[in-house]
């Protein structure tokens, strides 16, 4: 029998439903401290003061970790593929975020570990804080950071990811309209079932075991190894199993705190954060500012377009960079525009800092740029569904970085929807298919932008 | 009262696997000596049901049935790397590293069947857990007998191992160019969404969402279709309900609790339409694509698209909530047009603009 395209139930599936399932939480150690964080009250402000003497000295209370107990406090997730760090595990000298983690303890119980963490005396001066990503530019901004208010280190240390191809001057000239739009989806939260939650375990001969959520458990390993410079044979996750991540769970949000309170305190810890903490201090969708100007002819086709994209990275770059150059080289959606000017900013914000979640980079400009074209249609009085048809990636047409696409598909989706949902397609459209352009669906301003698909 | 019905669509595309590569994922596989597989990979199934799809994927490639297949994903210390499941990675190249194992196994199994039947490995096939030979039907081993050959007889554990890993994609950083394709694959998808606009309290509901997905090949089609059903259900969350910060950019009031974070729900659910196309990807195990990150991008878009058709507004700062389609419709009903024309400049939603917003000294602006 062919397993491959066979509809076979999840092995999972019964176990899920049925509270068969163990999840992190569900794992039951003897001995295990409960640990909570001691979090920013403000949208920033300068640390003047920390002193964990209070907490330490309470009964009970076996581990209080500062910023000072960690080897390398500052380190990026994706230093490995060229953003370097700026968000430290435990603040240091600065909070730049509501809910920001400045201690953690570790205590006999839950309770214990809240009254700990308000024994803890923090002294801070509010700074002025930024939360608009439209003003982060201006000469007299709150500025969220020394270096300024947006990420300076893309490729060639350059303050934008940038997209540029074709003639752009020549497309706008040559356009019979323009059409400008803005476009500004809203953070959202994951929302997992499963609340942020891991357990760290000492074991004989020095090793912990990091029972943990995380949707990537080599990655979340070796994000605790380098703040802790330890070889990766000290560590072992345990993992595999998650109760809904959506990419919440990539940050590596409680492995690295629980596995210092382990060290300190000698004993198993857990820490599983409240549905509060999951809603007000974990990381969310970004929030995107996008602005578009398409340049059009009269009969339908897409000459050029320039595009300005903010995203709202929070407080920290994370993994902000590596989705707004996914989202500069998705900038042109399911069609082929082939002048181009893009320029997109990691903006920081004094709020949680953004992160992964489905769509990456890409669910922003899809919505924008299906809007937009919806506005082009409307104002050339044109069959939006023609617009697309026309503008469609083929065969051979190239991305906004110069690849010819080998696979493109955006003709048979749309034929298939007009089937599925009653529109009426001309007859042109009908018979369209992904080939290479030629006759009608080539016209000259197309003729430069095509590649050899057999080149891939 | 009067309640307006509208109609939109979306078409999105959406790449598989890391942005610009690298993106390795590793698994192996030995045999126990009854022949039965154990694969070791680091693909943490977030729900998506991942062990499924890769036990899958490794009883065709070898031939075996699927209940002789065994994922373990639980720990760092016997499962091979891998990157993480995010990017929509999962099934094409986590599956990609098992599929290659499993191969490597494959080999294995015919030479050593071959050495058995006294036949070149190349003459056999293996069929539901037998080693046979092509057109003799009639000379057959078992795997499970290959398994325990080696193990008592032979002295060797069956195993192999896989990795699925592409040249990195180095990018230009003035134009974007890039030399190499910076993806695996790009699926494609379609979605249509009928809607109902209560002109009086700005609700808009969902009645009907149709969707066609090109996913390359649909390896397990159930689960792809949970992906499509749950990912439209996020997409409409995005579309009309969601937002952590419900007077952005200020962080005030934000949702703390279920009761004050508004997530879509059974009673939120319209009727769903799923069509599977399969344009194969080249190198994608069985020609998949990825489904899982692009399900949630296409039903926003054609929400916004549904409400104009149904009352003639845009909206453009999501969620739509039935504020924002009041004060557009109060706004269109005092006169207010929707776009400013300047020679041949169309302009739409000039009071977002980060024109009407920032100072004259900004360093950055966008002018067209």
């Known amino acids: ?456 | 009262m009067a309640m307006h019905r509208g109609r939109g669509i979306a078409a999105i595309e959406y790449p598989t696997g890391m942005n610009q590569n690298g993106d390795p994922s590793q698994a192996w596989i030995k045999l126990k000596m009854d022949g039965r597989v154990d694969v070791f990979a680091g693909t943490v199934d977030i729900g998506q049901g991942s062990k499924t799809v890769h036990s899958q994927i490794v009883a065709d490639t070898l031939g075996v049935p699927m209940d002789w297949v065994t994922m373990d994903t639980s720990n760092t210390d016997s499962s091979a790397f891998c990157m993480g499941t995010f990017a929509s990675r999962g099934t094409f190249i986590g599956g990609n590293a098992v599929r290659l194992a499993a191969e490597k196994v494959r080999s294995r199994i015919l030479e050593i069947g071959g050495e058995l039947l006294e036949i070149d490995p190349g003459d056999l096939e293996i069929i539901d857990g037998e080693v046979i030979a092509k057109g003799s039907p009639d000379k057959k081993i078992g795997v499970g007998d290959i398994a325990g050959a080696a193990t008592f007889v032979k002295g060797e554990l069956i195993s192999g191992q896989g990795t699925a890993l592409k040249d990195y994609a180095t990018l230009d950083p003035e134009t974007g160019a890039v030399t190499i394709p910076p993806h695996s694959a790009i699926s494609y998808a379609a979605c249509a969404v009928e809607v109902e606009v209560d002109e009086e309290t700005g609700d808009v509901r969902v009645i009907k969402m149709s969707q066609v997905y090109d996913v390359g090949c649909a390896i397990n089609p159930t689960m792809v279709e949970g992906q499509i059903e749950g990912g439209a259900m996020q997409g409409l969350g995005l579309g009309l309900l969601e937002n952590c910060y419900p007077y952005y950019p200020s962080n005030d009031h934000r949702g703390g609790q279920f009761g004050s974070y508004l997530a879509p729900s059974m009673e939120d659910l319209p009727e769903l339409e799923c069509i599977i196309l399969e344009n194969p990807s080249a190198d994608g195990p069985f020609g998949a694509k990825a489904i899982g990150e692009m399900a949630n991008n296409a039903q926003p878009p054609a929400i916004a698209s549904a409400i104009y058709d149904a009352v003639g507004v845009w909206v453009t700062e999501l969620p739509i909530t039935p504020e924002k389609v009041l004060r557009a419709l109060e706004a269109k009903a005092a006169g207010i047009p929707e776009s400013v024309t300047t020679g041949k400049v169309v302009r739409y939603d000039e009071a977002l603009s980060i024109t009407s917003h920032q100072s004259a000294d900004a360093a950055v602006t966008f002018a067209v």
């Not at chain 1, 406090?73 to 809910?99: F, Q, W």
């Not at chain 1, 809240?114 to 201006?138: G, H, M, N, Q, W």
């Open chain 1, 1 to 456: 029998m062919k397993a491959v395209g066979a509809r076979l139930p999840r092995y999972d599936a019964n176990e899920h439903v049925s509270a068969g399932t163990r999840y992190v939480d569900d794992v039951r150690i003897p001995g295990t401290l409960w640990a909570k964080a001691l979090r920013s009250p403000h949208d920033h402000a300068e640390i003047v003061s920390i002193d964990t003497s209070a907490a330490e000295a309470m009964e009970g209370v076996h581990a209080v970790v500062t910023y000072k107990d960690v080897h390398k406090n500052i380190h990026g997730h994706i230093e490995g593929l060229g953003v370097p760090g700026d968000e430290p595990l435990l603040a240091e000298t600065h909070v730049r975020y509501k809910g920001q983690p400045v201690a953690a303890v570790a205590a006999d119980n839950e309770e214990l570990a809240v009254r700990a963490t308000e024994a803890i005396k923090v002294t801070y001066k509010e700074l002025p804080s930024l939360l608009d990503v439209r003003k982060a530019f201006d000469g007299d901004a709150p500025q969220v950071h020394h270096w300024g208010n947006w990420y300076p280190h893309f490729e060639g240390e350059m303050d934008r990811r940038q997209i540029r191809k074709g003639d752009i001057d020549k497309a706008f000239e040559d356009a019979d309209v323009i059409v400008q739009g803005v476009y500004r989806p809203a953070a959202i939260e994951h929302i997992p079932m499963e609340t942020q939650v891991c357990q760290v375990v000492p074991e004989a001969g020095g090793r912990f075991v990091v029972y943990s959520a995380t949707q990537a458990m080599y990655f979340s390993m070796g994000v605790v190894a380098a703040h802790l410079n330890w070889p990766l044979n000290k560590l072992k996750f345990v993992g595999g199993t998650t109760g809904g991540g959506f990419g919440g769970k990539v940050d590596t949000a409680t492995e690295t705190i629980t596995t210092l309170l382990a060290i300190k305190s000698h004993r198993p810890v857990r820490w599983r954060w409240t549905r509060m903490e999951e809603f007000l201090c974990s990381s969310t969708r970004a929030p995107w500012h996008m602005e578009i100007a398409d340049a059009v002819t009269k009969d339908g086709w897409i000459l050029g377009r320039k595009m300005l994209t903010l995203h709202d990275a929070g407080a920290f770059a994370r993994f902000s960079p590596y989705g707004v150059t996914k989202h500069a080289f998705h900038h042109t959606g399911a069609y082929t525009i082939p002048n181009l000017e893009f320029n997109g900013f990691v903006v920081y914000t004094n709020r949680i800092p953004t992160t992964a979640m489905r769509g990456f980079g890409v669910t922003s400009v899809s919505f924008a740029t299906e809007t937009h074209i919806e506005r082009i249609a409307q104002t050339l009085g044109m069959d939006p569904i023609e617009l697309r048809m026309k503008n469609a990636t083929r065969l051979g047409d190239t991305s906004p970085n110069g690849i010819p696409y080998v696979d493109p598909s955006t003709v048979p989706v749309i034929q298939a929807i007009s089937n599925a949902a009653g529109f009426e397609l001309p007859a042109h459209y009908r018979t369209m298919t992904s080939a290479m352009r030629s006759g009608e669906d080539l016209p000259a301003h197309l003729v430069a932008q095509m590649g050899n698909p057999e080149d891939h």
